[in-house]
């Protein structure tokens, strides 16, 4: 009953409504499962291809359409550089691979495909710096700092000093192993036939193809954070290049070619210095501008150096872009969409005048061509006497032949080659003689000691300095050893020693054994220095310069080699004259550098640079900055020639350094004028205040003599003093700024006064230039010697420029500026720029009327000017820096006299003395007031100068 009772008031579910219920869900649940299997296989199977296609015709690509650069003007409208259309071939890492091989392989192969379409290897893009040499090994290109950076970038370390011991001494070759090993990029010197085939790789490559493959690798990895970002194959490419990839881009997985723009310069070489060049930018540029910028990519082009740089915000053009469809292979599936359309530059007029500065140019060459001529003398240097000071310096015959092969007029590893012609063959096979005989010399003489010392010569005596030098710069023989001097001794006693006191790096012999006694280890060292000496480029420069010295390598033979090697062309007239001895040697050599047919700067010999700044000193306007020798900036714009700019920094010449703005030297006797207003504002002197030189100034110790030894007798006047120059003059007035009512001079007080007015006269500032300068140096030391522009005094041309300016009208020192105007491309002037005074020096007026007067009776007075036909000031400067090297010749000046309009000022570095230079300023002058012939004044060939014109 109990049970029963429990079960009746117990509720439970009644089975029989709940089996249909399960029925229905189940076939709910079914039916939707049927449904989505149908779906499925309507999509996969019966729709797969279509789904397929509209899938990858999803993939958008964002494409950047380079902004043009504005164009650049002189003043009168001359175009100096503008654009030009190009193409470019570009590659992208838009493929998807079955694993990492397949992805190097294919990558591999699309590269080399496109390194052989290109052609041209001069257009490749270089992003390695590692080339092949001509032994066929890979060595670096760049050094110091710039290797440690990219050392760094290879390895992924953000800082240099991040990297190991083992990564900072990769050499070139090793880091080209990792670079092509099975951990970076797979690049084989050889494939298999199944991978030539399938990924159009060649059966073998060579060093110098592996590392172009490399390089368009290495660049593509670069933008490996943005996958469809393109690397920059090569720039301006053939038509036939632009074709072949388009008509291959189908099996070319992301290649490309787009349309790009050239900077053109037509400037020449005259215009180098100001214009500068454009290039690709840097990591190092793109990562300064900070995570912020959305203006440059890894593809931008922009100014790096002079205007191109200075006016980079005004000249770039804005990049626009463009969005289209693609396939998996990259192939174009839509039209594509401006989504912003590209911009133009401003165009750049510059105050320069084109004429003006090309004419200076030549006026410089030519003169500077003039003083070697003069110079140089047709005697051997060992046959010639030590001179007694700079302005007795001489040029050697064989040192103006040598200078064909020091500055790589010649190239000597021509001579090496297989396919070089019968005189650089026996030329070569003279110069290996000769190096053996020295390289058993220099072994011979380990032992020489004392007198046996003495007796090797100076010859050899200068090889085995070489010899511990080129050692010690190696760091194998370790800078500690310096503290005793190797010629007290033996050499081998020296190493013996070195090795001892462990001032040697033992690490670096070749040696198998664990221990080494001291004399083993120190013939293994002599060992080490004579083979590493053998291979040296410096070495082999010296056995040539030997050769020259005593003849086995006549200067006959040299100057044929110049033919040989294409310097000069067998079309010359002279060569048959020079071949049949109607021309001896040095005749043959001194009409070339007449004729400009070898130049100053191909010898870069003492002297052979200068510069020239001619200014507006009515408003700062600088007309022409010249700076002696230029380069072609064609050549290093956009994809830069590398040989070419590695050609350059080899150059002695400096062809890259802006000597106008950036070479700072003493000014010399143009300094005077400042110590005269000095003089005269302090009221040590006044205008009529005479003085007699006696040719030394000895109220001081030691005492400074008078550019003219005899003495110029009584100087009656501050202006007669700066028309003479005088020395004595000069001196006397800072011994009187410097002497207190004690009647004792004191040094400090008599440098501050021509501190004071140096400053005063903005020579401590920079002059505003927009293509960079260095800084200038106001002297802090000497106070007699800085009275006369020597002391420690340092400033540029152009600092010296405007200095000038200010002295011709008469206390403006205005900020100098290159710039005249910025417009848009219709013309419109977008930012015109007005003077900007940066100081007015308040002085008496009879202070500037006085020096006017004596800078216009050295004019006068003046050999060279004298007849010039224009009223005008003038200052003639000789800056001595060595004893070893010649004088700085100076020249300063401005006309017409009353309300000028140009302010010059030349110097020809190592000139000899001022009476060389004053030839260009006059020259200057007549060009510029067209007071002579253009034709007359610029002959094309040597200017005649005497080394007795010195007036200062």
């Known amino acids: 009953m109990r049970r029963s009772h429990l079960f009746k008031n117990k509720s439970f579910p009644d089975i029989s409504f709940q089996i249909p219920r399960l029925l229905i869900l189940g076939m709910f649940f079914g039916f939707l499962l049927s449904a989505l299997i149908v779906r499925l296989y309507h999509l996969q199977i019966m729709e797969g291809a279509a789904s397929q296609e509209e899938f990858i015709t999803s993939i958008m690509k964002t494409q950047r359409l380079p902004g043009n650069r504005g164009n650049i003007y002189d003043r009168n409208g001359t175009l100096l550089a503008s654009n030009r259309l190009s193409y470019n071939i570009t590659l992208e890492d838009s493929g998807n691979y079955k694993n990492q091989k397949e992805k190097q392989k294919a990558l591999n192969g699309i590269a080399y495909q496109l390194i052989g379409l290109v052609g041209d290897e001069n257009k490749l893009n270089v992003s390695l710096p590692i080339k092949v040499n001509e032994e066929g090994n890979y060595e670096y290109t760049v050094d110091g700092w710039k290797l440690s950076r990219f050392k760094a970038d290879f390895y992924g370390k953000s800082q240099v000093t991040d990297l190991t011991e083992e990564q900072s001494q990769k050499t070139a070759a090793e880091l080209m192993e990792d670079l092509c090993g099975k ?8 494939y298999p036939q199944e991978e030539q085939k399938k990924y159009g790789l060649p059966e073998t490559m060579s060093a110098k193809e592996i590392l172009q493959v490399a390089n368009i690798r290495y660049g593509l990895s670069l933008n490996s954070y943005r996958k469809y970002l393109p690397y920059l194959v090569a720039s301006d490419v053939s038509d036939k290049a632009m074709v072949g990839v388009m008509e291959q881009k189908h099996s070319l997985q992301g290649a490309d070619v787009e349309n790009s723009s050239i900077r053109v310069y037509y400037g020449g070489e005259s215009m180098s210095s100001i214009l500068g060049y454009t290039g690709g930018i840097s990591a190092d540029e793109l990562e300064a501008l900070g995570e912020n910028n959305n203006i440059y990519s890894n593809q931008s082009v922009i100014g790096k150096s002079g205007i191109e740089k200075s006016m980079e915000e005004w000249l770039r053009g804005q990049d626009g872009t463009q969005e289209f469809y693609t396939d998996v292979v990259g192939n174009p599936k839509t039209e594509p969409v401006i989504t912003s359309s590209p911009g133009t530059g401003k165009d750049v007029y510059l105050t320069v005048d084109k004429g003006l500065q090309d004419a200076v140019y030549q006026m410089l060459k030519q003169q500077i061509a003039g003083i070697l001529l003069a ?4 005697t051997r240097r060992a046959e010639m006497p030590k001179a007694a000071d700079a302005s007795q310096i001489r040029i050697a015959s064989d040192e103006v032949y040598y200078a064909l092969i020091q500055n790589h ?18 030329v070569y096979g003279d110069f290996k003689r000769k190096k053996e005989a020295v390289i058993s010399q220099l072994s011979a003489a380990f032992d020489a000691s004392g007198a046996a010392y003495q007796a090797l010569g100076p010859e050899v005596q200068g090889y085995l300095d070489f010899l511990v030098s080129q050692a010690r710069k190696d760091q194998f023989i370790l800078n500690g050893s310096g503290t005793w001097d190797w010629k007290e001794k033996s050499l081998r006693q020296y190493l013996t020693e070195s090795i001892a006191a462990g001032h040697m790096d033992l690490s670096r012999l070749e040696n198998n054994e664990k221990y080494t006694e001291i004399q083993d280890a120190e013939r293994l060292a002599e060992e080490k220095m004579l083979k590493d000496i053998t291979e040296n480029r410096e070495f082999e420069q010296k056995i040539y310069q030997a050769m020259i010295g005593e003849g086995s390598l006549s200067g006959k033979e040299t100057e044929q080699l110049l033919y040989e090697q294409g310097v000069l062309s067998k079309d010359d007239p002279d060569y048959p004259l020079l071949m049949n001895g109607q021309l001896s040697a040095w005749q043959f050599i001194r009409k070339k550098i007449t004729n400009l047919e070898i130049t100053p700067a191909q010898l870069a010999l003492n002297p052979c640079s200068g510069s020239a700044v001619v ?4 408003n700062g306007e600088v007309i022409a900055c010249v700076s002696y020798p230029g380069y072609d900036n064609n050549r290093l714009a956009n994809q830069m020639d590398t040989s070419y700019y590695q050609q350059l920094e080899q150059d002695l010449s400096l062809p890259l350094f802006n000597r106008a703005t950036s070479q700072l030297t003493a000014p010399g006797s143009t300094f005077k004028p400042v110590t005269v207003i000095a003089g005269l504002t302090e009221g040590v002197i006044q205008t009529d205040t005479s003085v007699l030189c006696t040719g030394a100034f000895d109220k001081v110790e030691p005492p400074l003599r008078c550019w003219k030894r005899a003495g110029h007798g009584v100087i009656s006047s501050s202006a007669d003093a700066l028309k003479n120059s005088c020395n004595v003059y000069l001196s006397e007035i800072t011994y009187r700024l410097g002497t207190g009512a004690d009647g004792s001079f004191s040094e400090d007080k008599g440098l501050g006064s021509l501190i004071k007015y140096a400053q005063l006269l903005d020579l401590d500032k920079n002059t505003g230039i927009e293509i960079g300068e260095a800084k200038p140096h106001v002297t802090d030391q000497y106070a007699i010697p800085s009275s006369i522009g020597q002391g420690t005094h340092n400033y540029t041309t152009s600092q010296i420029a405007r200095y000038t300016a200010t002295l011709a009208n008469h206390g403006q020192s205005y900020q100098l500026s290159m710039i005249g105007k910025i417009t848009d491309g219709d013309g419109t002037v977008v930012k015109s720029f007005a003077p900007s005074l940066s100081s007015t020096v308040n002085l008496p007026e009879f202070v500037w009327n006085d020096v006017a007067k004596g800078m216009n009776e050295l004019v006068k007075s003046n050999a060279t000017l004298k007849d010039i036909k224009i009223d005008a000031a003038g200052k003639t400067g000789t800056a001595e820096e060595s004893k070893t090297k010649p004088n700085h010749g100076l020249f300063i000046g401005y006309a017409p006299l009353v309300n000028p309009q140009i302010a010059i000022t030349v110097r020809i570095a190592n000139g ?12 200057i002058f007549n060009y510029y007031f067209h007071l002579e012939d253009t034709e007359k004044i610029l002959t094309g060939t040597a200017s005649g100068v005497s080394n007795n014109l010195r007036t200062d």
């Open 912 to 923: 000899y003395s001022s009476g060389n230079v004053v030839g260009v300023g006059k020259n």
């Open 409 to 426: 007029v010649i190239d000597t590893e021509r001579l090496k080659e297989e396919n070089a012609s019968d005189l650089e063959k026996k």
């Open 615 to 618: 200014v507006n000193p009515q």
């Open 183 to 190: 951990k970076k990029f797979m690049i084989d010197s050889s």
């Open 375 to 378: 110079n140089m003398v047709e």
